[in-house]
């Protein structure tokens, strides 16, 4: 017999298989919208909470119940970049969709009004701001919306509770638009977001949780201590596969270490995305790096969280998000294709500590950590530094350092330290014995501010000394170097 769902998945979007909790949610859409009749919509329970690992195909699970039940779904999402990305998706099926969005002009206006109240769209595609204008409120109201959607549900209250208060306001909106079909999508959530959500979207009222497993097996978590980031980015980069992004937590960073890393890479191919560009840029950018197989993006995460770029190799963060669905959301860019992808975190000491840095401190295997904190649990660890053994206690440029000082014991200042350790050729440097006792020119590729930087952090932390305004490790000749 025909599997009634696996068919309609090949005849609209191509796909030879549903997962079973694609499967699942479809299925109970598709029951409370009535599709299988009555009896079974009345059993079913019409509003959802639908967690799903990046890349686990979340826009199937309403773009297939929205072809096939009448009436028009309405879909929410956080980021103009979504709402493109998902435009593309659903033209591609065949089906038709509308926008409303800010700055449209009369006509565009018109057009897409006209559009909805003759229901001759089955897809719109808004946002919360503009979801809560009176004239797109009342447009909604009188239109014949069967089902509505809200995408990456997470930041309702991650965003509402900081910057954009309009996004708590989302259920109520709803309440008055009168569908009681609403499916709420994130990749992740903790106890704290998920009771949120049931509050500010739900108003509530009960819900059905569907929970997908979290673990990403197909991306492998790393660490990298750090004496100095930008460093620690340049070797880092020439190692890992890419397409790359590279996630901060400012807009300046993200235009500094571009511009850096295309000096000291001399790569074209390493741009920056935030929310200040102006959309001509921001979409140029997006198909830019959507289209590239070895470009390096430096993104906040104004960087679209569902924008489907199947084969990201490689993220890196900076700095840890502020929250640990954040951080998954973010390092499940990469691997949405389900082939291997490398996730790091490159701290420092000097960084805050938070939940998340403070977790992956110990020894402990860092999916076991991270999925703790999201309160789920694995049997095996599908790979990570810590379980791999790859995992190294010294920061970058560490060893090269605690080697110069331990053999120069207060030989050197600071600046003649740095000149050596550059390789510059100095009164100090002359002579041919230091060439290969004093470790002359030992981190040759780092810039000059960046090794004294390196070597303040270890005068700070007292593993470097000073006497008679010279240097020297903080320990005698004769013990071991820190492990």
Known sequence: MEDFINSKAKEYFGIDYVFPFQRLVISNILRSSGFYG??????????????????AGKSLCFMLPGILIDGITLIIFPLLSLMADQERRILSSGSTVVTLKGGMDKEEKDRVYKQIESNSVKFILTNPETLKTQGVLNLLIKANISQVVIDETHTVSQWGESFRPTYLEVGEHLNNIGCELITAFTATA???????????????????????????????????????????????????????????NSRVSTEITSRFLRYRLNDSNIVYYHAGLEPNEKKAIEEWFYDSDNGVLNATCAYGMGVDKQNIRTVIHLKPPSSIEAFLQESG??????????????TTRDMEPN?????????????????????????????????????????????????????????FNIEQSVNILKGYYTFYAKQEQYHNTCGFGILSKWDKDSIKEGINILIQSNTIKKRWGRLGLAYPKSDKLIS
């Open 38 to 55: 009555e009896d079974e919509k009345y059993e079913a329970i019409p509003r959802q909470i639908v967690l799903l690992p990046t890349g």
């Open 190 to 248: 903790s106890d704290y977001i998920t009771q949120s959500v049931i509050k500010h979207i739900f108003l509530g009222d009960q819900v059905n949780i569907v929970r997908g497993d979290p673990d990403r097996t197909n991306i492998h978590y790393s660490v990298i201590p750090s004496l100095n980031i930008n460093e620690t980015l340049v070797d880092l980069l020439q190692k890992v596969e890419k397409p790359a992004i590279i996630f901060h």
């Open 333 to 346: 860019r990469g691997g949405r294709d389900r082939k291997p992808a490398k996730s790091y975190l490159i």
């Open 355 to 411: 939940l998340i840095t403070d977790s992956l401190k110990s020894d402990r295997c860092r999916r076991e950590i991270l999925l703790n904190l999201m309160g789920a649990e694995i049997d095996n660890c599908a790979g990570c530094d810590i379980c791999d053994g790859s995992f190294s206690h010294r920061e970058t440029g560490l060893l090269q350092l605690e080697e110069f000082f331990k053999k120069n014991r207060f030989m």
